[in-house]
């Protein structure tokens, strides 16, 4: 790395994204031939003993308490925003017109207005931009995708797409940020659910253009948050309302005339981290579990499923890591997110999935939302 060019990262939010994306700095130029090399800089934090405490761990150089000092620092060219969704239109639009690169947790933002500031801005500002869309990354997503545009499944007709988890179940776990609307945006539907439809965008290429939708909050309240790490926390004798979805349930069409199903919940007991998507098409499905990540099925020709298990130095991203049979996990996706977008940046590329991909997502959950509203009337997705 030494004679590679060096540039500052200065991330903001230190929490379960901050982490796995300490993670991915940390990692990246010890697997990947990387144009840049990244200098983790500076963390910023709002509680100036825990910032120091998290870049202590998770090998941070500097400190800030207010992301507004983090974005003039000289000594930081990318910013990555790890917050909640409250706060990424603020912060991405201004480290825009500083001057810096942006990679911004999903999903893009809480609205499509503040969405679409955060594309103008992109379009408008010198440096790069990209959305963590980190399940693009898992090489068996990508191979899949490789599969869809070598044309081995045919035309698509159906695509079947589920995001699952149980972490909520109980009516005790406390009122965390990702259950209040002002600082999640959503629930289920913005937290899960927008990996699983811009999953879909990126394996076959086509966009959702309208959706009939449920959504449903099951727990209406629930004890106040005392303390909170990643998805787990403590709470109080005190209880506040639910202002978001716990789970929604979609149906729509896609941009190629394809028939498409989303489901995404957070009260599928036994369920920990089922992200599926399955494909049909004239010619074969693929399908795909992330709770077996390193597995891909595919079937064509007509018979039945044929398991692919993706390690072979061939198949994307997995080349850099171990032999073949040696599986990847969660925060590799992360490390090859920071390694595409490094490349973007060192090359003057633009990076993907981009604001405006971001945005096309946001449309869609605006799109469920306003559905579900008005007894599930098919609704349009906004150009």
């Known amino acids: 790395m030494s ?38 800089a500076v963390l910023a ?42 706060s990424h239109a603020e912060i991405a639009i201004a480290a825009l017109q500083a001057g810096k690169h942006v990679i911004c947790e999903k999903p ?23 959305v963590a869309f980190n399940y693009r990354r898992v090489p068996a997503i990508a191979l899949a995708r490789r599969y869809v545009e070598e044309g081995r499944i045919g035309e698509i007709r159906h695509v079947r797409a589920q995001y699952l988890q149980d972490w909520i179940v109980d009516p005790e776990f406390p009122l965390v940020w990702r259950l209040q609307k002002d600082k999640a945006g959503s629930g289920a539907l913005g937290d899960i659910g927008a990996h699983i439809v811009d999953a879909a965008h990126f394996i076959t290429g086509q966009n959702v253009t309208g959706v009939s939708a449920l959504t449903e909050t099951f727990v209406k309240e629930r004890p106040l948050a005392t303390e909170s790490a990643g998805l787990g926390a403590t709470g109080s004798a005190a209880r506040g309302e639910v202002t978001v979805d716990d789970a ?21 007991n036994g369920r920990k981290n089922a992200m599926r998507i399955e494909i049909n098409g004239s010619a074969g499905s ?34 850099a890591w171990w032999p073949p049979g040696h599986g990847l996990g969660y925060e590799h996706t992360f490390t090859h997110e920071i390694k595409d977008f490094l490349e973007a940046v060192g090359t003057g590329a633009d990076p993907t999935p981009s604001f405006a991909d971001g945005l096309r997502v946001q449309r869609v959950l605006e799109a469920v939302e306003r559905s579900a509203a008005d007894g599930s009337r098919y609704t349009n997705v906004e150009d």
């Not at 994306?21 to 697997?31: L, M, T």
């Not at 349930?249 to 919940?265: H, K, N, P, V, Y």
């Not at 077996?292 to 099925?297: K, S, T």
Request: some cysteine.
């Open 3 to 40: 004679d590679r060019t060096t540039i500052g990262v200065g991330m903001i939010g230190y929490a379960f994204m901050g982490r796995v994306h300490s993670q991915a700095w940390r990692s990246v130029g010890a697997f990947f031939d990387l144009p840049l090399a990244p200098r983790m």
């Open 45 to 86: 934090g709002r509680s100036k003993e825990r910032t120091e405490a998290a870049a202590a761990q998770l090998g941070w150089a500097d400190i800030e308490t207010d992301w507004r000092e983090l974005v003039k620092r000289d000594d930081v060219q990318i910013v990555d925003i790890c917050t909640p969704g409250d």
């Open 108 to 130: 893009l933002a809480n609205t499509v207005a503040e969405a679409e500031a955060m594309v103008a801005a992109a379009a408008a500002a010198p440096g790069k931009s990209m």
């Open 248 to 268: 929604a349930l979609f149906i729509g069409r896609m941009s190629g005339g394809a028939l498409a199903s989303f489901e995404a919940t957070r009260f599928a």
């Open 286 to 319: 693929l399908a795909f579990d992330f709770e077996a990540m390193n597995e891909l099925w595919l079937s064509t020709g007509g018979g039945g499923f044929e398991r692919i298990l993706v390690t072979e130095p061939d198949h994307p991203y997995v080349g």
